[in-house]
């Protein structure tokens, strides 16, 4: 399965819709998304990884490096992961694999877009 990166603006915020297995083959492109971002001068980013259904070391390598790229400009970065429930168990894997990896307490967690982008509703349940 291949990796879709859609990019849209909400609320001044860039928005990168991530679909598909985020792994050692697909990362870069997710890597190159908010590197583009940050080049353009936007430092605020939702990663909407509600549709991802497979995350690898490589894949959670990205997000941390996402995260101190977006930390060392003063930008932030947030990440949309439903709990569980989700649909053929797309994000809640996300979820999962940073609880696992005890990575999880790094990042702003959000339900969904629409509470990314206003900052409400922050989901603190692993």
């Given at each position: ?34 590197h583009d971002a940050v080049a ?39 990440l949309v992961l439903p709990a ?42 692993a």
């Open positions: 399965m291949t990796l879709k990166v859609e990019e849209s603006e909400q609320a001044g915020w860039t928005v990168l819709c991530v679909t598909g297995e985020l792994d050692l083959l697909t990362s870069p492109e997710v890597r190159q998304g908010v353009e001068g936007r430092r605020d980013v939702v990663l909407d990884l509600s549709r991802v259904f497979f995350c690898d070391s490589s894949g959670v390598g990205v997000l941390i490096a996402a995260r101190r790229l977006l930390h060392s400009c003063r930008g932030r970065l947030r569980r429930g989700a649909e053929a168990g797309a994000g809640s894997h996300v979820n999962r694999v940073l609880a696992a990896l005890g990575v999880r307490r790094l990042f702003e967690v959000y339900p969904d877009v629409r509470s990314a982008v206003d900052g409400s509703s922050q989901s603190l349940s």
